[in-house]
Structure formats: structure tokens, C-alpha cells
């Protein structure tokens, strides 16, 4: 529980009244909060579930002290009553919204009439949970310059291990109507204090600092699912990592500057405000005050250069490259592929921008994007990279409007071949066929099966013929769908709604099906299917892909500490992916981690590299 107080005798007495007015309504719970003096208290408008049993209800006077004001984006401040209830299900502090710059200061105590109601960050649609306020507040100071309201710990002891319960089946599997159970599950014991003062000691950091907005990831909990670089991994839709919670700086923070961590940093000391929740990672402390960075030791990764009779395949997304970017960012670009991949021989790329970036005219050729990354990566010290890949049909693969991302090949001539076989186009599908015995493409390079509408809105996978030392390779460069539209982990949903995945679903099936063409022709052939999955190793989609033992995700034969190319909300996860056909024996694999771990990032995943003697 926060804190504790006998509750009135005369409680009781003073339900029935208070029904008759309207003022309160759900349970008779939520009533027996109401003070002597028949004023409604914080916690009686909280209650002991995610929504207000006064939501859409008028409440006049309710007291506390404000903790923390917000004076950007949704402004408002926090109040807390300093003289809690027996039950650690109901918060004792509230957001109240004003809508303009408040007028009041930490310290004051004020009294607020105005109306209950549930605001969800994200729009309805959204499933997000709500966030309890009150709004269109008439606001009384009382007095200022009074102590803080204790700050409730938020540490390894408090938070549970188990992240939520199981959703009402009833109610669309919504934990809106449930109970709380702070002391079981994390999601309750966050809600139970929403609103209130809270603080956390020393922290890892799990998440780096996005300085536009001023926040970064800690975990509360140092020895959960520890990644071998000092994040926490993301390892089963089972596993959430409960310890892990957004800091965001709060006024008069906002006007220092905000510490630029990196995974593996800590945040040391304690780190105090209210706890908001928020549309963009859920439960955030709003931090009053900060406690202080102290570096680790993490550096970008470098790995090791391939032998001479070894292939080095690699995949990087550049995030939206064209040529509007910096020439900074093409020379960074250009510098990890030599110095931290060790000029692999092929590079498939995701996201190459079209020749003006997202203005949206018509233009689909990314010949200019290309030649400025190739030219950098050589004016790095690298091969002189040649590229092979097909345009898409403006606007049809989803993206930046306007930027038509693809896949390309970067392939080192020195060391690797290309083998042209009828270049197809946006719509053209290349097909299996067989050459002297072995299997080959009808087209090369060549997309698969664009008309399937798994590809709607989506980059189609991009296939390629290569030869190494007398040795054909067949690689499949792709793309799949985001996971735009999928419910947050936080969500009032659990388990949250995932709906990209059959997108994505339908996408590794047509990948599959292909990969499984070419071992019909040849089991013995050398497959590769890389790129940005945007999907986990255990997901369906990648059981899909390696169905039948056709392919076999790669990241999986590293530990499961370095198994991460992307980090999301404190979560180190794959999105990246190398899949391998059987007869890619005895390779080595490596996730570069170069971007996701860093505040200073050049894209925000980081690259693969498989090296194996065809």
C-alpha cells in the first residue's frame, strides 16, 4: 500500500446521501471513500479499477498538493492527497487538465472542482488505456511552499514479476473492469499509482535518450532478461520486462539540459515525480528531479573482416536514405560499412529512398541515392561497391509518400558476381527455372510474386543471383510490413491485438514457397533471405519462413543475450533477420550493434553480417 490512515466511522452514514446526489456512482466501494466532511477525495475518484466510478461526474473541492506541473503538450498538473486510504489499489493522485499554462507551483495546496473523466492518449481506437483527470478545473490556492506528499518507491521489491492479467473475455479481453492487484501484476501496480509523487534509485538504462523529447528507458529491476550489453531483452510474447519504465524530463527540468544516455549507462541517485501515462510507452515518470548519468563503457561493435574463401553477407535498413540527407549522413553510413562490417561482399539495403526523397512527383529511379552511399562508402576506404535493384511503381510500397523505399544489392566486384539474367520490373515476377542442372532465376534481379496481395502497400522482395569463387548464391533481399496498427504492451487489451502479424504472415509464406521452388530444383542450393522481417525470432512469421526446413533464422545460433537488432520502449528485440537454406553449413553471424543501443544514432537498427564458405 502507498501509505495508511484509519478510515472515518462516520463513512458509512454518509453513502446514502451522497448516491442520492448523483455526485458518486458505481460501486458502494468506491462511496465508503468519501471524508467526513463529505468531500470527495482522490482516491474516491480513482477507485479500485482503470476507470473513475465518478468518470462523467462533477466534483467540487477535491484537495492535494501539486506535484509536478506541465506547462508543453498536454498541459496540466498533477495534485496528491497527503493523507492516503488503506488500499493500495487506489491512487492518491490525479492529473488535473487546464488546457493552458497552469497557474499554479509545486508545493501548492489547492483545492479543484471540475469534471471526472478517462482520456485516452492515442485516441479510442488506439487501445491504450486511459489516463483518469479531472477537467475544465476551477482551481483554488489554498497555501504554498508544503512538503511533498512521500514519494511511493518504484524499485525491484515493488514490481511484480508478472506483467497483467489475462483480459475479461466478457469485455473483448479488456482489464478495464478487473480489479487492481498491485502485488501481482505490473500493470496494476503502475495504475494503482498513476498520478502520484513516485521515485526510483539507480537504474539501468535500457533505452537511449531521444533528446527531441527529452526521455530515455530505464529498468528498475537489474537482473531482468539482461542483454550481454547492458539492455534487456525482449525474448517471448511472455516476457515484457516489468522493470522497465519511461523517464520523461518535466518543468523547470525542461530548461536544463537532459543527460544523453545509452544502453548500458545508469541513471544514478534518485530520479522523483508524478507517475502520467502516455500514448507513446505507457506508464512515464515525469521526472521533477533527475538523478545523475553515470557512462558505461558500451562503443559501437566492429566485426571481424571474412576470410579469403568466405562469403560476408550483410543487411542494413539506413532509415529513409535520399539524397536530402546530409552529406554527414552518407559519409557515417558509409564509414560503418567499412569500418564496423568489414566491407562485406554483399549488402542488402533497406530503405533506399527514390532521387528527391519524399516529395512526391512521380520520381522512382534512386540512382543519385545510390551513387552518393557507394561514393562514400569508398571515399571510407571501401571496395567500389556495384548495385543491383528493381523501381517500384510510385507510391505502391508503402513508406514515406513520396521517398518509394526499396531493396538494393551492394555487391563488391572484386570478390563477388552478379549474374544478370533478364532484369524484371515493379510488376514482373521472377520465377525458378533450371540451367545445366542447377536452379536459376528467370529473372536476376527480380521480385517475387508482386501481384500476391500479401505485398499491398508493401516492398516487395527483391531476388538476386550471385556467384562466389565458381559458386552460385541466391539471396532475397526484403522488407516486410511494420507493425503499425499493433497495440502497445500497455494496452487495456491483454494480450494486446497484434494485427500486422498477418500481413506479415502472408509475406513469409510467399518468401517460403519460393525458397521451396528453388530446393525443388536443387536441395543442395545456397539461399539466403535477409533484410528487415520486422518480426521476432519466435514469431509466426518466422516459423512461416522456416517452414518445411526451407530456411533457418540464423540469429538463433547466438546466445541469447546478443539475439537483438532493434530496441523498442527498453526492449532489445530482433527485427533483423538472416535466414539460411540447408546447404549454408558452418557460418558465423553477428548483430552489429552500432545504432539501436546509441543516442546518436545513423538508422535506428542495426546490421546483420553471416560469413560461411559456400
Do not use: C
Amino acid at each position: 500500500m502507498h501509505s495508511s490512515h484509519p478510515r472515518s466511522a462516520a463513512v458509512a452514514a454518509l453513502v446514502a446521501g451522497a448516491l442520492a446526489t448523483g455526485l458518486l456512482t458505481g460501486t458502494a466501494g468506491a462511496a465508503e471513500g468519501v471524508a467526513a466532511d463529505g468531500a470527495v477525495r482522490i482516491h474516491d475518484i480513482q477507485g479500485t479499477t482503470r476507470i473513475s466510478p465518478l468518470n462523467g461526474k462533477q466534483v467540487t473541492d477535491v484537495a492535494g498538493i501539486v506535484t509536478g506541473v506541465r506547462a508543453h503538450g498536454s498541459r496540466g498538473f498533477w495534485i496528491q492527497d497527503p493523507d492516503a486510504d488503506d488500499n493500495a489499489a487506489t491512487s492518491e493522485g490525479i492529473f488535473v487538465f487546464t488546457g493552458s499554462a497552469p497557474t499554479v507551483a509545486v508545493g501548492d495546496a489547492v483545492k479543484v472542482s471540475g469534471l471526472v473523466g478517462e482520456y485516452v492518449p492515442g485516441g479510442v481506437n488506439s487501445g491504450n488505456q486511459s489516463v483518469t483527470q479531472i477537467s475544465k478545473p476551477a482551481v483554488t490556492v489554498v497555501s504554498s511552499g508544503n512538503a511533498l506528499p512521500e514519494a511511493a518507491a518504484v524499485n525491484e521489491y515493488t514490481v511484480p514479476a508478472a506483467y497483467a492479467p489475462a483480459g475479461d473475455p466478457a469485455a473483448a479481453g479488456s482489464i478495464n473492469g478487473l480489479a487492481l492487484n498491485p502485488s501481482r501484476y505490473a500493470l496494476d501496480f503502475y495504475e494503482s499509482l498513476e498520478g502520484m509523487n513516485v521515485a526510483i534509485g539507480t537504474s539501468r538504462v535500457v533505452g537511449a535518450t531521444a533528446a527531441e523529447y527529452g526521455e530515455l528507458w530505464v529498468t528498475v529491476k537489474g537482473w531482468e532478461n539482461n542483454a550481454k550489453r547492458g539492455g534487456t531483452l525482449y525474448g517471448s510474447y511472455e516476457s515484457q520486462n516489468t522493470g522497465r519504465l519511461k523517464v520523461q524530463q518535466l518543468a523547470p527540468l525542461a530548461q536544463q539540459p537532459f543527460p544523453v544516455a545509452n544502453v548500458g549507462d545508469k541513471l544514478t541517485g534518485t530520479t522523483e515525480g508524478p507517475m502520467d501515462f502516455n500514448q507513446f510507452g505507457g506508464y512515464t515518470l515525469a521526472a521533477r528531479t533527475l538523478g545523475t548519468l553515470s557512462k558505461g563503457t558500451t562503443a559501437p561493435e566492429k566485426t571481424k573482416a571474412q576470410a579469403p574463401g568466405e562469403l560476408a553477407v550483410a543487411t542494413y535498413n539506413v532509415e529513409n536514405l535520399d539524397p536530402t540527407d546530409p552529406q554527414e549522413k552518407f559519409d557515417a553510413l558509409g564509414k560503418a560499412v567499412v569500418e564496423n562490417l568489414a566491407s562485406p561482399d554483399i549488402l542488402a539495403l533497406e530503405e533506399i529512398q527514390d532521387d528527391n526523397g519524399a516529395k512526391n512527383d512521380g520520381t522512382v529511379s534512386a540512382e543519385q541515392t545510390l551513387a552518393r552511399f557507394t561514393a562514400a562508402i569508398a571515399a571510407a576506404g571501401g571496395p567500389s561497391y556495384q548495385w543491383r535493384t528493381v523501381n517500384p511503381s510510385n507510391n505502391q510500397d508503402g513508406g514515406e509518400p513520396g521517398g518509394n523505399i526499396r531493396q538494393v544489392f551492394l555487391f563488391n566486384p572484386a570478390r563477388v558476381s552478379f549474374t544478370d539474367r533478364a532484369a524484371g520490373d515493379a510488376t514482373t515476377a521472377t520465377g525458378v527455372t533450371t540451367e545445366k542442372g542447377r536452379a536459376a532465376l528467370t529473372h536476376s534481379p527480380g521480385r517475387i510474386d508482386p501481384a500476391n496481395p500479401a505485398w499491398k502497400d508493401s516492398r516487395k522482395p527483391l531476388a538476386g543471383e550471385f556467384v562466389f569463387r565458381g559458386r552460385p548464391v541466391f539471396v532475397i533481399a526484403n522488407h516486410f510490413g511494420s507493425k503499425g496498427g499493433d497495440e502497445a504492451l500497455t494496452s487495456h487489451h491483454q494480450p494486446p491485438a497484434r494485427p500486422s502479424e498477418a500481413k506479415r504472415l502472408q509475406q513469409a509464406q510467399a518468401v517460403n514457397a519460393f525458397v521451396k521452388e528453388l530446393l525443388a530444383v536443387d536441395k543442395n542450393a545456397k539461399v539466403l533471405a535477409l533484410g528487415d522481417i520486422n518480426d521476432f525470432e519466435f514469431s509466426d512469421t518466422t516459423k512461416a519462413l522456416e517452414d518445411g526446413g526451407a530456411l533457418y533464422s540464423a540469429i538463433k545460433s547466438l546466445p541469447k543475450s546478443e539475439r537483438y537488432s532493434y530496441v523498442f520502449q527498453g526492449n532489445a528485440q530482433v527485427l533483423d533477420q538472416i535466414l539460411v537454406s540447408p546447404a549454408v553449413k558452418g557460418y558465423t553471424y553477428d548483430s552489429v550493434h552500432i545504432n539501436a543501443e546509441f543516442s546518436a544514432q545513423n538508422s535506428d537498427h542495426d546490421p546483420q553480417v553471416l560469413r560461411f564458405r559456400p
